[in-house]
């Protein structure tokens, strides 16, 4: 069965702090993954994406890594700021023309002062 | 700007009263598509569109029809809506391509009661 796992399923930092998000998947085959940020409310918004050749990708404050072995990936944050409180949600994709996606179910994170 | 334009953001409706959520892009994209989101699952695609009169059926598409009669705006139309379609939707147009970037909407939050 093609699933997205992403734990924790939330977390409570401290601003300034750092942390890291799980994701692990089942997805077969496999073109590329993905990690979006979701702010309450809104609509996902690209953060990475990854190729299964790539091992690591940054955005900013926001490092993604990808092990195509394992099957699983994370998202590192630097130095949270409160605007980092969001789901974040990693997301496969299945094939080259990039239209069958799997979502996992996200990580809620909240940057407290 | 570059964005995709849902409407209504928030719509509360009566079961069986027939309804449209409305969804336009700017972008120019061939490939567009429905999602909706529920507590602790993942955003779950229910239809999704190539091109101009290229509509397919996505992982949840019972009880929701589509449109696609001209690039910009791919519809989603409820017939008889039912309370378990209450949820949060989210319209995406994506460029084209496997890594071609995936642009959301702001979403639309609908209550059948």
């Known amino acids: 069965k093609n699933q997205v796992e992403q734990s924790p399923q939330s977390l409570i930092i401290l601003e300034g702090k750092n942390c890291t998000l799980q994701c692990n998947y089942t997805v077969s085959p496999f073109s590329n993954l993905r990690w979006y940020k979701q702010d309450t409310g809104r609509g996902p918004v690209s953060l990475t994406i990854?190729?299964?050749?790539?091992n690591t990708k940054s955005n900013g404050r926001y490092t993604a890594t990808l092990d195509a072995d394992t099957k699983q990936s994370s998202l590192h944050i630097t130095a949270s700021q409160l605007s980092d409180s969001a789901s974040y949600i990693c997301?496969?994709?299945?094939?080259?023309?990039?239209?069958?996606?799997?979502f996992g179910p996200g990580t809620r994170l909240s940057v407290l002062p | 700007e570059a964005q995709v334009t849902q409407n209504p953001r928030y719509l509360i409706t009566v079961t069986g009263k027939k309804l449209t959520v409305t969804c336009s892009q700017n972008?120019?994209?061939?490939?567009m598509s429905w999602y909706r989101q529920d507590p602790g699952l993942g955003l779950r695609q229910i239809y999704y569109?190539?091109?101009?009169?290229?509509?397919d059926k996505g992982d949840v598409p019972e009880g929701y029809k589509v449109s696609r009669k001209e690039k910009r705006n791919f519809p989603l139309i409820l017939e008889s809506p039912s309370p378990n379609q209450t949820s949060l939707y989210f319209c995406a147009s994506k460029e084209t391509g496997a890594y071609g970037g995936y642009t959301f909407g702001s979403g639309t939050r609908l209550t059948v009661v």
């Open positions: 972008m120019n994209h061939e490939y």
């Open positions: 990854m190729t299964f050749s790539e």
């Open positions: 569109s190539m091109n101009v009169e290229v509509t």
């Open positions: 997301v496969v994709s299945r094939n080259n023309y990039g239209q069958n996606f799997v």
